[in-house]
Every structure is written in C-alpha cells, then in structure tokens.
C-alpha cells in the first residue's frame, strides 16, 4: 500500500500560475514648432526735459528682460515701428530713435540647465524704422530667455526734437519672432 502512495504523488502536483511580468506601451510626444515672444513693458518712455537731454541724448536706460522668447528652433526677432512718433499733428521721425538689444535671463524652470546659445545682436544701436524692420536678435538655436533692450536717442539726433510742441509724441512698436 506504501508503493502505490508513492507512485501517485507526483501527479497531485499544484499546477503552476501563468501571469504576464512585463507590458508595454508607446510612448509619443507631440513637438511643434514654438515660436512666441512678449513684450514685458507695454508702455516705454523716454525723457527729454532737461538741457542735458538735448546736449547729450536720452535713453531708457537697459530694461530687463524686456522680451521673453520662447523658441525650439533657430530664430530672428524683428522689431519696426507703424510709423513716425506723433502728437496731434506733429510727427518727429521714428528713425531718431535707436534700439539695441543683449542677452537677458534664462526662463526655465528653477533648477534647470539653461541650454547652450549664442544669440547675435547687432554691434550697434540701430534706428528704428517705419519702412522695413529691423533685426535686433538671431539664433540658430531654441531658446528660452528674456532680453534685454534700451531705446535710446543719440545727442546727434536731438535736433529733431527742438522746435516742437510739447507733449508725448508716440508711435507703436512691433515686434516680430520668425522660424530661420
């Protein structure tokens, strides 16, 4: 009888359990092209009320992180003005008036790497204009970063600004960020 226990054993064996141990799944990730800009400051001035002004130019002084680029592909921001500065009736030309522009902060998140960039700028203040727009940044590379610009007029150009009646004289300012 101990025999034929023994023999019967092996086929009473609990049947082992056949689960699945690994999945997967496709991951996407949906890149677009991002191009956007803003402006930080809407209103921009510049004085020109003392004598000093009129001697030896006038400027914003830099403004910080005045636009905020968010680009994944190489860039150019244009800036061109919707004509010349005006107050009722008067024009002075927007051309006296002369932008330049640099690097500013990097906008990632806290704690991120800023990616390596070598935005060009020109290697002056340039005149704003009414006809054409004006480069002020390239890269060849995204970004994500304020710059800084300064909106200035040089001592050479205050002569346009005697003679006029006072007031704010103004003209709209828009700029541009396009894919290169």
Do not use: W
Not at 89 to 104: D, L, N, Y
Not at 141 to 169: E, F, Q
């Amino acid at each position: 009888m101990f025999k034929s226990v023994l023999l019967a054993a092996p086929f009473f064996t609990v049947p082992s359990i056949l689960a699945q141990t690994t999945g997967t799944t496709n991951l996407n990730v949906n890149l677009a092209s991002v191009l956007a800009i803003e402006v930080s400051d809407p209103t921009v001035v510049i004085q020109m009320n003392t004598p000093a002004h009129f001697s030896s130019g006038s400027t914003t002084g830099t403004l910080s992180d005045h636009l905020k680029v968010t680009a994944n592909e190489g860039f150019t921001v244009t800036v061109e003005a919707a004509g010349n500065l005006s107050n009722a009736g008067e024009e002075i030309p927007v051309s006296t008036v002369v932008v330049s522009s640099s690097s500013g902060s990097y906008l990632g998140a806290s704690g991120s790497t800023a990616p390596t960039t070598n935005p060009t700028f020109p290697s002056s203040a340039l005149a704003l204009s009414s006809s054409a727009p004006v480069t002020i940044i390239s890269c060849a590379t995204g970004d994500l970063r304020g710059y800084d610009v300064a909106y200035s007029i040089p001592a050479a150009n205050t002569p346009s600004y005697l003679d006029k009646t006072p007031g704010v004289y103004t003209t709209l300012l828009t700029y541009t960020i396009v894919a290169d």
